[in-house]
């Protein structure tokens, strides 16, 4: 497989993604929209640094903007050339899960090395499905990581394992895809966005001592109507959780115990009684 690969057309994506579990989507946002998210991110880095959190392997991160900037970023969040492509992976059922920024400078690229690892949601301890084998795309949660700066030989790189979805531990898709398994390292220009099953086995590779560069990376996570909850962290600003849009409104709609409480202590509107208010203790 063409490490630097991509796909451009739909046709091309989907078949990408439903063969491998994933697909590179080069030019998915534009230089306007780059401008702005980097803009964003050195004045938060700058300005509020505190709601970064502290470098994890190499990466500071925050999930702060959603609740700063609410319209902007669902404008990203359902960006119109991406979410088409989630619902279709999805099949029609997509929700808002997870939206953060991470930021990975020169000096600590050579330190940015994870482990490979599988995303399982929070509540996919208690029985959530993984991923869904009746689904043609297999996929019950998605995530597109959109670079926001040039990612070049020497640098951080998103890197996965095609079709590594259905293996317990990384030694057992070794083992059982033989000579099939390799490991993609996915490289390219600042707006390429990477779409993948979140339960195929991925990582950050760490950059080289060289780098001069590091990495800005934006990551958008879905789970399906039908899914459990990614995760109990993320919470929803009001404008968006009770938008008088009705798909925006069901968009939003997937609400964990967090959410519930955060919604009680911060909204202004009464909460839906469809949503389980008695759920907060």
Known sequence: ???NAVQTTKEEILAHYKENGFAVIPNALSQEELDYLNNLVEASLKESPEQWHKPIEGAVGTGSFLAKHPLEMDRFIRHPKIFPLIQEV???EAR??????RDVSAERASASEMNFHRDISYYGTIGGKIFDPENPYIS???CVIYYLSDVHECCPAFCLVPNSHMYGTLD???AKQGEAYREIPIRGKAGTAVLYNIT???TRKGGSEECTHGRRTMHNYHSRSTSYPLTNWATVPEVLALSDDHD???FYSQWTPNQVKYAKENYTKPIPPY???HMVK
């Open 1 to 3: 497989m063409n490490t």
């Open 96 to 101: 808002f899960a997870q939206f953060d920024f």
């Open 248 to 250: 925006t409104r069901l």
């Open 275 to 277: 949503y389980p208010i």
């Open 90 to 92: 999805l099949l029609g």
């Open 172 to 174: 057992e898709a070794k």
């Open 140 to 142: 019950t949660y998605t």
């Open 200 to 202: 195929t086995y991925h």
